[in-house]
């Protein structure tokens, strides 16, 4: 079993970490809000005042934080991560959604550490996170990923090697940019067929049970159609909108086209103007319903 410094308790890193202590890993956890930490402390989780701290010593680092700067102020700020003395050669690895231009300048300053690095996104919600049954994408070298695969298998349903550094996280950002476009349009066929007269209720069966019926289509066609939205808010606009930034920019410097991302972005982008960011990502149908003078 692996000694491991876990980097972000937030929703996510709060729902993975009580499966890594049942898979009988040793976890010192390090939170920026040190008191919503304390739950698992009580499942058997060691707590951390810095990253510097929450590393000392561990055969591995996870990291798992909302986005580039709060990545880079835990790798390299003040007390840090990479200022910490994990065991030589132990596994850096990067699990938050962040850049790919993040991802790549970060393996490199962890190697500069004499770190070993991976890039492995996880993927799910975090009721999934709490049964274990996360889709996890690495990016590294076959022999670390040996060493990763036992501590991923704790957390998820399937791990899947990419390939080298930044192939893990970058299918994340083309699965995310896919994702995010789906829920985007699911949500304005909903309101379209809303302005047809159509019954909400009716639509969401319908696009839940034809071939349109994906697992974003049929979660958010149901709230539209219930007009209840997740309490707490699991997933924001201003959130969907980070992960189609990143997404759209990888696209775009390999080369790629992303017109349908840039789309997503536009609406996402006039919810957040409109005041609704910090909303659940399916009360964007509001925001289609003000634009249109129909509340």
Known sequence: MAKIGFLGAGTMGSAMIPNLLK?????????????????????????????????????????????????????????????????????????????????????????????????????????????????????????????????????????????????????????????????????????AAEAAGIDLEAAHIAFSGGNTGSGHVRRHTKYVASGKHEKPVHFSGRNRLKDMTYGVAFIEKIGAQSHLGNATVEVLNTMIDMGMGDLNDSELIDTLRQIHGKH
């Open 23 to 191: 898979g009988g890993h040793d976890v010192t956890v390090y939170n920026r809000t040190l008191e919503r930490a304390r739950p698992l402390e009580r499942l058997g989780a060691k707590l951390a005042a810095t990253p510097r701290e929450a590393v000392n010593g561990v055969d591995a680092i996870i990291s798992i934080v909302l986005d580039d700067k709060a990545s880079r102020e835990t790798w390299t700020g003040k007390d840090g991560a990479l200022s910490g003395a994990p065991k030589p050669g132990a596994l850096a690895i990067e699990s938050s959604t962040v850049s790919n231009d993040w991802i790549l300048e970060l393996a490199g300053l962890a190697r500069a550490k004499g770190l070993r690095f991976m890039d492995i996104a996880v993927a799910g919600r975090p009721d999934a996170a709490e049964r274990a049954e996360l889709n996890s994408y690495a990016g590294g070298s076959p022999e670390d990923f040996a060493i990763a695969r036992p501590i991923y298998d704790s957390m998820s349903k399937t791990v899947t090697l990419f390939g080298p550094v930044g192939k893990g996280n970058a299918f994340k950002l083309i699965y995310n940019t896919m994702g995010v476009i789906q829920v985007v349009s699911a949500i304005e066929a909903m309101y």
